[in-house]
Each structure stands twice: as structure tokens, then as C-alpha cells.
């Protein structure tokens, strides 16, 4: 299931402002605006959690999953998986099919969807497959 560009849930804070104000300007094909790649180096690359919430990445973008699955394919902590999710959510990456709900499946906001060579990229930067 793709998601359109208007279905970001109804966040707050200056980076998700940031995401909004690119999902407007950005289409496939599009340069890139270098602050949605500044949030890339800043939860991939730049903390101890970025390996983890890449794999997550990953995943989701072969696949929707709720945090279980997310948990079992990626042997990780459930707790672990909800705090990389929770990071992802609140910066616009992922988005929930239904919000604070119990089993809800995660997928890609279509940035990310657009962006995915940006995040490949930094992953061949910071040494990561």
C-alpha cells in the first residue's frame, strides 16, 4: 500500500514541519532538499540506534509490519523495536495504519518511499549494507 502525500498523521514539532514543508516541494525525480537528508544522517547515521532503525527501514519497505513482526524478522527486542518506531513516527520516515493503536502496521511516508537512494547512500558511507 502506497500512501499519498497527504498522509502524514497529525504530528507537531519543527522537524515534522520540515517533512511537510518537503512532501509539498518533492516529487520523484526531484533534487533532494538537503534538511530531509540532515534528518537521514541524523537517525541512520549519526546515533548508536541507526543500524537498528535502517534494518527497520529496510523492512518496511519491502513490507508493512506491525511491531511483533518488526520484533520476530529482526531479532530485536520488543521494546527496543518500539522505541526505533516511535523515532521514526515522530520524524516523519514511517507512519502508523492507525494511530496508538495495539498491532497497528507501519509503512513508509511517501518521502521516504522517494527518497530511498538518499538512504542508501548513507548506508555505503557509513559502511552499512
Same mark, same amino acid.
Given at each position: 500500500?502506497?500512501l499519498a502525500r497527504g498522509?502524514?498523521?497529525?504530528?507537531? #514539532?519543527? &522537524?515534522?514541519?520540515?517533512?511537510?514543508?518537503a512532501?509539498?516541494g518533492? @516529487?520523484? @525525480?526531484?533534487?533532494?532538499?538537503?534538511r530531509?537528508?540532515?534528518?537521514?544522517?541524523?537517525?541512520? #547515521?549519526g546515533?548508536? @540506534? @541507526?543500524?537498528?532503525?535502517?534494518?527497520? &527501514?529496510?523492512?518496511?519497505?519491502?513490507?508493512p509490519?506491525?511491531?511483533?513482526q518488526l520484533?520476530?524478522?529482526?531479532?530485536?527486542?520488543?521494546?527496543t523495536?518500539?522505541?526505533?518506531v516511535?523515532?521514526?513516527?515522530?520524524?516523519?520516515?514511517?507512519?502508523p495504519s492507525?494511530?496508538?493503536?495495539?498491532?497497528?502496521?507501519y509503512?513508509?511516508?511517501?518521502i521516504?518511499q522517494d527518497?530511498?537512494?538518499?538512504f542508501n547512500? &548513507?548506508?555505503?558511507?557509513?559502511?552499512q549494507?
Open positions: 500500500m502506497l498522509d502524514l498523521p497529525p504530528l507537531s #514539532g519543527p &522537524i515534522i514541519r520540515l517533512v511537510k514543508l512532501l509539498s518533492l @516529487g520523484k @525525480g526531484d533534487a533532494v532538499d538537503p530531509f537528508r540532515r534528518i537521514l544522517w541524523q537517525l541512520i #547515521g546515533t548508536r @540506534g @541507526g543500524p537498528n532503525r535502517a534494518r527497520i &527501514i529496510r523492512l518496511l519497505s519491502d513490507k509490519c506491525n511491531a511483533n520484533s520476530k524478522e529482526l531479532a530485536l527486542d520488543y521494546k523495536v518500539q522505541h526505533h516511535k523515532a521514526l513516527v515522530q520524524n516523519g520516515l514511517i507512519v492507525k494511530e496508538d493503536a495495539y498491532a497497528a502496521m509503512f513508509l511516508t511517501s521516504m527518497n530511498l537512494n538518499i547512500e &548513507i548506508l555505503a558511507k557509513i559502511g549494507k
